[in-house]
């Protein structure tokens, strides 16, 4: 393999992981609010046994490209900005695909942050009567997930170790009393969706729970020993638990009626177990985000693995900050944003590396400048997304946008081979 790529990022077998410790990764990162809520979204608009469809078709385009992303970053030992400059360019990844990536994880971890820091702000004025300010709940959390971040790969697979089995009795218990409280199996039984949604819809929602996850699973898959390994960590890790955390989100909700998660523990009886779990969950999940964002934070500076701990710091940051300041009155939006603009980034990473290179690390280059027909298939496949999620929603929007960028890739590279790209052998 020519190594033209960004020195300082590829991982060496010495630090490879077991799929065990990778799959842990994967569940402590889909057991989130934001998973919860959604799911309380989805029960608003479908039938329990529609919702179940839903989330395995969501969840299995979601493994279907993230293996592909995990395995290349396994091949190469490279995160996903890496992977981008044989499709886009050094500089077109630097710039484009870093930046895109880095306020897709900056605006979950400010997603999240803010989340944590209202539910704890409400919770312990609902246990103990004290108020504390949400926003700065948001800025002590916030800061406390950043920093976990900040120590590496390793801090991540042990506080998912523990988290985990923790957050597993806390949702076996937010089950227990959502069933057998309150009357949960009259209420789930005689549910009828107060607000149908469509079907597209729907599956456009699963997906933009996990879209950045997806593209990204090369920063984490880049430790693991073989392919072999990517896929099992990528199914196992994300659908079965995407799936209950989403139905268990949906059931609360129902029972409870609303889907605000704080409010739906409270009104289970359940504040301070709920408090427990929002905070694991959330810690789990936003480590992810940082550690990911500072990648692509490193990326834009020039920087390597060495400095990478200085820009997980900024990006947590700001993240945290973001969060303070209101960004989750942005939720929506920022889900449409992200589901049009992220995926098509994995569709010209796979296009480049399994049709173009055929799957082959010795034929993974990357381009120097910027390589026209990537950044042309990114942009095209982007705006057929948008289109199709906000503007004429047709199918299902991510979908859209990887498959439309792969072919606009394959075309412009072997129409314009010599126009459209510069490729480096030294």
């Given at each position: 393999?020519?190594?033209?790529?960004?020195?300082?990022?590829?991982?060496?077998?010495?630090?490879?992981?077991?799929?065990?410790?990778?799959?842990?990764?994967?569940?402590?990162?889909?057991?989130?609010?934001?998973?919860?809520?959604?799911?309380?979204?989805?029960?608003?608009?479908?039938?329990?046994?529609?919702?179940?469809?839903?989330?395995?078709?969501?969840?299995?385009?979601?493994?279907?490209?993230?293996?592909?992303?995990?395995?290349?970053?396994?091949?190469?030992?490279?995160?996903?900005?890496?992977?981008?400059?044989?499709?886009?360019?050094?500089?077109?990844?630097?710039?484009?695909?870093?930046?895109?990536?880095?306020?897709?994880?900056?605006?979950?971890?400010?997603?999240?942050?803010?989340?944590?820091?209202?539910?704890?702000?409400?919770?312990?004025?609902?246990?103990?009567?004290?108020?504390?300010?949400?926003?700065?709940?948001?800025?002590?959390?916030?800061?406390?997930?950043?920093?976990?971040?900040?120590?590496?790969?390793?801090?991540?697979?042990?506080?998912?170790?523990?988290?985990?089995?923790?957050?597993?009795?806390?949702?076996?218990?937010?089950?227990?009393?959502?069933?057998?409280?309150?009357?949960?199996?009259?209420?789930?039984?005689?549910?009828?969706?107060?607000?149908?949604?469509?079907?597209?819809?729907?599956?456009?929602?699963?997906?933009?729970t996990f879209a950045v996850g997806g593209v990204i699973s090369a920063d984490f898959s880049r430790y693991a020993r073989n392919r072999r390994?990517?896929?099992?960590?990528?199914?196992?890790?994300?659908?079965?638990?995407?799936?209950?955390?989403?139905?268990?989100?949906?059931?609360?909700?129902?029972?409870?009626?609303?889907?605000?998660?704080?409010?739906?523990?409270?009104?289970?009886?359940?504040?301070?177990?709920?408090?427990?779990?929002?905070?694991?969950?959330?810690?789990?999940?936003?480590?992810?985000?940082?550690?990911?964002?500072?990648?692509?934070?490193?990326?834009?500076?020039?920087?390597?693995?060495?400095?990478?701990?200085?820009?997980?710091?900024?990006?947590?940051?700001?993240?945290?900050?973001?969060?303070?300041?209101?960004?989750?009155?942005?939720?929506?939006?920022?889900?449409?944003?992200?589901?049009?603009?992220?995926?098509?980034?994995?569709?010209?990473?796979?296009?480049?590396?399994?049709?173009?290179?055929?799957?082959?690390?010795?034929?993974?280059?990357?381009?120097?400048?910027?390589?026209?027909?990537?950044?042309?298939?990114?942009?095209?496949?982007?705006?057929?997304?948008?289109?199709?999620?906000?503007?004429?929603p047709f199918f299902i929007a991510p979908i859209n946008g990887i498959v439309v960028s792969m072919a606009a890739y394959i075309a412009l590279?072997?129409?314009?081979?010599?126009?459209?790209?510069?490729?480096?052998?030294?």
């Amino acid at each position: 393999m020519q190594d033209n790529t960004q020195p300082g990022f590829q991982i060496e077998e010495s630090k490879r992981q077991s799929w065990v410790s990778l799959a842990a990764v994967w569940i402590g990162t889909m057991v989130c609010v934001p998973c919860l809520m959604v799911g309380g979204l989805l029960s608003s608009g479908f039938p329990l046994g529609t919702m179940f469809i839903l989330i395995v078709l969501g969840y299995a385009i979601i493994c279907a490209f993230m293996c592909f992303m995990g395995m290349q970053g396994c091949d190469t030992g490279l995160p996903t900005v890496s992977l981008a400059e044989s499709a886009l360019g050094k500089t077109g990844a630097r710039f484009l695909i870093s930046l895109i990536l880095a306020i897709a994880c900056v605006g979950w971890f400010g997603i999240q942050s803010a989340v944590c820091g209202s539910s704890f702000s409400f919770m312990i004025a609902d246990m103990t009567g004290l108020v504390i300010p949400a926003p700065v709940s948001t800025l002590i959390w916030g800061a406390i997930m950043f920093l976990t971040a900040v120590f590496g790969y390793n801090a991540v697979k042990y506080l998912n170790y523990i988290a985990v089995p923790a957050l597993i009795i806390v949702l076996v218990w937010a089950l227990f009393a959502a069933l057998f409280q309150n009357d949960g199996i009259a209420r789930l039984g005689a549910h009828i969706p107060p607000a149908p949604m469509s079907i597209i819809s729907g599956i456009n929602l699963v997906v933009a729970t996990f879209a950045v996850g997806g593209v990204i699973s090369a920063d984490f898959s880049r430790y693991a020993r073989n392919r072999r390994d990517v896929i099992k960590s990528s199914v196992i890790g994300v659908l079965p638990s995407g799936l209950v955390v989403l139905f268990l989100g949906a059931i609360c909700s129902v029972v409870a009626g609303q889907y605000d998660i704080s409010l739906v523990f409270s009104a289970l009886g359940l504040p301070a177990i709920g408090l427990i779990g929002l905070i694991l969950a959330t810690w789990t999940t936003n480590v992810t985000n940082a550690y990911s964002g500072g990648i692509a934070v490193s990326n834009i500076f020039g920087l390597g693995e060495d400095k990478r701990k200085i820009a997980t710091a900024i990006a947590g940051a700001l993240g945290t900050i973001l969060g303070a300041v209101g960004i989750m009155d942005r939720f929506t939006s920022f889900l449409n944003v992200i589901t049009s603009f992220v995926p098509p980034v994995a569709g010209v990473i796979i296009a480049s590396y399994w049709i173009i290179g055929k799957g082959k690390r010795e034929n993974f280059v990357a381009a120097n400048g910027f390589n026209v027909a990537g950044l042309a298939a990114f942009a095209l496949g982007a705006a057929v997304a948008y289109i199709t999620s906000s503007v004429l929603p047709f199918f299902i929007a991510p979908i859209n946008g990887i498959v439309v960028s792969m072919a606009a890739y394959i075309a412009l590279i072997r129409i314009f081979p010599a126009d459209v790209r510069k490729v480096v052998s030294g």
